[in-house]
């Protein structure tokens, strides 16, 4: 019996013994993992809780000559509920509740096409899902196309989600996006930016790095399910966002010169067109237009000038003393032979002199002229260009544009033929951009400056870094040669008789070239017009090309030129420093219709009536926008964007006042009569929630 007891009492022992070693394993882990691995473990916590998310900087505007934005970023939101995180039993009356959103739901993002069922079951098929209780975020999407700022106000102020994310369970996934509020206006030069942030072409990338800013990180804590609570001012490093671009361009003649482009380029069903306007004394770029706006041809393509090229033979000639403005030249019977190559004008002109040959675009009198003095010594003329720049980029502020191309002695495809083709543009390639800035030094006394499109770099009102006009040559030619050279250009408009103008002179030069396809010259043209005005005092110089007009004329004085002419009417029509004397003259008068640039069609009538002008046809709309074409009125209809400050300059006080109250803003005044500024530039956003004043400088 005894021996049994014994038995029983060491077994006892030995559980005993197990039990109390167990205990002190126990005991030994706890002091081990809170005291010895304490540190650790806590730090694996932390780290598991806190994360760091990334704050995306916002993207600087790109702003016009007068401050308009052209370019700027605005936050869209996508919104949906995480059902982990909501707490029914927060709500009172949780079913009205959720019959209120659904039917909030489908009115405003139905789309006619979802009801306040469809909306009522996700929401509660989530909120009731069996995944619930084994998973820790279960995400339901409300919408799932991004709305923007105001449509979030809206849509947080419904029952259900007005109670924030920590109760309602709310879900709201931020991203920027680029918006261009003039449209296409333009939109090769200002550039993209492609929804993953990444700038393409123009401004957007040649000044990325100013633009794009710099982007944080903030702590944030995990919640339930994937909700994060960011840590204020804890461990954060806020982003920075970029820097506004203030441009050259301007609105006003980006919209003229696109407008009359892109009329001409239907109207001859030509392939694309060109047209650039630059300051002359500055190098400033007021317009850059390609149509179709799918490439920026103006600055990224490289042609053959054809005749617009010319005048640096001409410049090359007189320099050298070759030849004299009066000089004759026999250019017999329109043709004339090097090697195997003819060269023929378009029609005989015989003897004339140097200065006719110019005028009269003559390519046998070019050819002629600079073969006979250089045949021999064919670098020397290739000097003449190089000092003239044009076998160099212009500089513009753009990334990507290309070295002129230019045939040299030297060369294997140099021969015979090189020369007298090079002397009238062929042989040679230039970008739009590197012939405007040629043609701009003849303009500014000889000086050539780069093409400059950007002037600041500026956070709001405070400048970080300006670019000045820059000299890329300081003279192209002699004074003599210059002079000679601006009465040839104004003698040349006589290929260009249809655009000369009473009121101010225009100097340029016509061009017509055969393009080269599959290695050979086909009887497919490129019209081409550069020039200046006025011509004594040039303010403004101006390039046009159009591609492949297939319909009626071709050539560069009656496809080009009149596109010049438009550009040149509105810019002397408006600019006060070019027109601001009236004067008085004998006879009648021919009629120019008035146009306003916005105009409330309350007031229409009245002012046509006025002025004794048949009204054109007026559409249904409380604000019309008006454009002239030819001798009559286009009147369209204009409807302001209730989000954005519109352009009001140029509007009576009366009309402006009416329209930016109507949309919310607070409108002061100082002098009389119409806009001249306006404190909000165009473009920026209207916050409803708060109020903002704008004021008007009237002239």
Request: charged content about 25%.
């Amino acid at each position: 019996m005894s021996r049994v007891s014994d038995t029983i009492l060491s077994r006892v022992y030995f559980l005993f013994g197990l039990f109390i070693l167990f205990t002190v394993a126990i005991v030994v882990q706890i002091i081990r993992i809170q005291h010895i691995q304490g540190k650790y473990w806590r730090e694996l916590e932390q780290r598991e809780r806190i994360v760091q998310l990334p704050v995306k900087a916002d993207r600087g505007n790109i702003l016009s000559d007068d401050g308009s934005i052209m370019a700027t970023s605005l936050p869209y939101y996508k919104v949906g509920m995480d059902a982990k995180a909501f707490r029914r039993d927060s709500f009172i009356n949780f079913n009205d509740s959720l019959e209120v959103l659904s039917e909030h739901l489908a009115l405003h993002f139905g789309k006619g096409e979802k009801d306040a069922r469809y909306f009522r079951d996700k929401i509660l098929n989530g909120l009731n899902s069996p995944k619930l209780a084994k998973v820790k975020y279960l995400y339901i999407p409300l919408i799932p196309e991004y709305i923007d700022h105001e449509q979030l106000a809206l849509l947080t102020s419904w029952p259900l989600l007005n109670r924030g994310r920590f109760i309602s369970g709310l879900v709201i996934d931020k991203k920027q996006q680029r918006f261009y509020p003039f449209q296409q206006l333009g939109r090769m030069t200002l550039g993209i930016v492609s929804d993953s942030s990444k700038a393409i072409r123009g401004i957007e990338y040649a000044f990325d790095k100013e633009l794009r800013g710099k982007d944080g990180l903030v702590l944030a804590q995990k919640l339930a399910g994937k909700t994060m609570m960011p840590l204020d001012k804890f461990g954060e490093k806020l982003s920075q966002d970029g820097f506004d671009v203030q441009s050259t361009l301007n609105v006003n003649m980006m919209d003229v010169v696109r407008e009359a482009l892109r009329k001409t380029v239907v109207r001859h069903e030509a392939k694309l067109g060109v047209a650039i306007l630059m300051e002359t004394a500055t190098g400033h770029i007021k317009a850059i237009a390609n149509y179709p706006e799918d490439f920026n041809y103006a600055v990224a393509m490289p042609i053959e000038p054809g005749s617009t090229f010319k005048l640096a033979s001409a410049i090359a000639v007189l320099e050298d003393k070759f030849v004299k403005p009066g000089d004759t030249i026999d250019t017999g019977n329109g043709t004339i032979q090097f090697y195997d190559k003819v060269i023929s004008d378009h029609v005989a002109h015989g003897k004339v002199t140097f200065e006719e040959a110019i005028a009269l675009s003559s390519n046998v009198a070019i050819s002629k002229l600079v073969y006979d003095n250089y045949k021999d010594n064919p670098d020397r003329y290739i000097a003449h260009l190089e000092r003239m720049h044009l076998t160099q980029i212009s500089g513009i502020q753009l990334k990507g544009e290309p070295e002129p191309f230019l045939v040299k002695p030297g060369d294997r495809s140099w021969s015979g033929t090189s020369l007298p083709s090079l002397s009238y543009g062929y042989g040679i390639r230039l970008t739009p951009m590197q012939m405007l800035t040629f043609y701009n030094a003849i303009a500014n006394n000889g000086i050539m400056v780069k093409p400059l499109l950007v002037t600041d770099i500026r956070d709001k009102s405070r400048v970080f870094e300006s670019f000045q006009p820059y000299v890329l040559n300081a003279k192209i030619c002699s004074d003599e040669t210059l002079k000679q050279i601006r009465k040839m250009m104004e003698m040349s408009m006589g290929t260009a008789y249809s655009i000369r103008s009473n009121d101010y002179s225009i100097a340029g030069k016509t061009g017509t070239v055969r393009k080269l396809v599959n290695g050979k010259y086909q009887q497919i043209y490129r019209a081409s017009f550069v020039g200046y005005f006025p011509a004594d005092k040039p303010k403004y110089t101006c390039l046009v090309l159009i591609d492949e007009p297939s319909i009626g004329e071709i050539y560069g004085s009656t496809v080009a030129a009149p596109v010049f002419k438009e550009i040149s009417d509105f810019i002397y029509a408006t600019d006060l420093d070019m027109n601001h004397e009236v004067l008085a003259v004998d006879g009648p008068v021919s009629r120019m219709y008035p146009v306003g640039r916005l105009v409330s069609s309350r007031n229409i009538l009245t002012i046509y009536n006025a002025l004794n002008i048949p009204a054109p046809d007026q559409p249904e709309a409380d604000w019309l926008k008006a454009r002239r074409e030819g001798k009559t009125v286009k009147l369209t209809a204009w409807n302001p964007n209730q989000y954005y400050v519109p352009d009001v300059s140029g509007m009576t006080s009366r009309d402006a006042v009416a329209l930016l109250e109507n949309l919310g803003l607070k409108v002061s005044m100082t002098g009389s009569g119409r806009v001249k500024r306006q404190s909000l530039f165009a473009g920026t956003v209207i916050n409803r929630k708060l109020p903002q004043s704008i004021h008007l400088q009237l002239n």
